[in-house]
């Protein structure tokens, strides 16, 4: 009975070893439960300085885009031929070596390949711009024109017209145009605001370089061409030319609306949706 009696344990003794047995439990997981969260803690930061590594990313990426942007918006640099040349040899990759962009290099192959007999035929290929001209001018190897009864110059004199105001039947009367070109050319004209390059009568309807260097000798163009105050003018004013469209029209105006008036003409450049080639196509039209 005595026996019994000592093997029974008080309400005490439960309490105590209950307690012993949770301080046992606290001291064994405590360095756990810190190690856990000591590691969450570094996994967060880890998670902020990676977020913010893509975000400098990002912008060092829209920076260097931006760069690059502008970089290809510079102005294209023209070389001197190294040495003196005869065009009739020259490839379009020959061109594109002094300065030519791919279009106009096999522009210019083409109404060379027969050769060239003067400097005025030369500058009358018109995707030879001046600075190019200057450069290349004293390097041609000019070819010598067999004429047996020459024709006084003052019979030879050519009239030319201003295509930014000829009338459809001025045009008309200029050797290889006809009534259907002078009828498109005044479409187009009214299109555009005006012309303000000789190449852009290539995008006249069924216009080609062959059609264009028959006439191209009998007109001129003047700077007589519409502008579009990209400060003031509507979506719909916009919208209507043929290198804008909506798309493009309605950047300028969510630009405009969002930044306030522009400074420059070249902030368009801000907008993702114009790049380079485009913003020199449209840039003559656009004033403030």
Do not use: C
Not at 234 to 247: A, F, N, T, V
């Amino acid at each position: 009975m005595k026996s019994e009696e000592n093997n029974i344990i008080s309400p005490r003794s439960r309490n105590g070893i209950l307690i012993l047995i949770g301080i046992i439990v606290v001291l064994v997981f405590i360095p756990r439960l810190t190690l856990y969260f000591q590691h969450t803690a570094n996994a967060e930061v880890t998670y902020i300085h990676e977020a913010e590594k893509a975000q400098i990313a990002k912008l060092d990426k829209k920076i260097q885009g931006k760069k690059n942007k502008y970089k290809k918006f510079s102005k294209r640099e023209f070389k001197r031929p190294a040495s003196k040349f005869d065009p009739a040899d020259y490839s379009v990759e020959d061109w594109q070596i002094l300065g030519l962009t791919a279009k106009q290099a096999s522009v210019a192959q083409k109404f060379t390949a027969n050769g060239i007999y003067s400097e005025e035929q030369l500058k009358k290929i018109f995707v030879i711009p001046d600075e190019l001209f200057a450069l290349i001018k004293d390097s041609v190897i000019y070819k010598e024109r067999k004429q047996k009864n020459p024709i006084p110059e003052s019979k030879t004199a050519i009239k030319k017209i201003d295509v930014n105001s000829a009338s459809i039947e001025e045009l008309q009367e200029l050797k290889g145009i006809g009534a259907f070109f002078a009828k498109q050319i005044v479409k187009k004209r009214d299109e555009l605001g005006g012309f303000y390059a000789m190449d852009q009568l290539l995008e006249v309807w069924k216009m080609d370089e062959e059609k264009l260097m028959a006439f191209s000798d009998q007109i001129v163009i003047s700077s007589k061409i519409k502008y579009i105050n990209i400060n003031n003018a509507s979506l719909d004013e916009m919208k209507m030319h043929p290198y804008l469209r909506y798309k493009l029209a309605n950047a300028i105006i969510k630009y405009r609306d969002q930044h306030g008036a522009y400074k420059k003409v070249q902030d368009l450049m801000e907008i993702k949706l114009f790049d380079a080639e485009t913003f020199e196509k449209v840039k003559p039209y656009l004033t403030l």
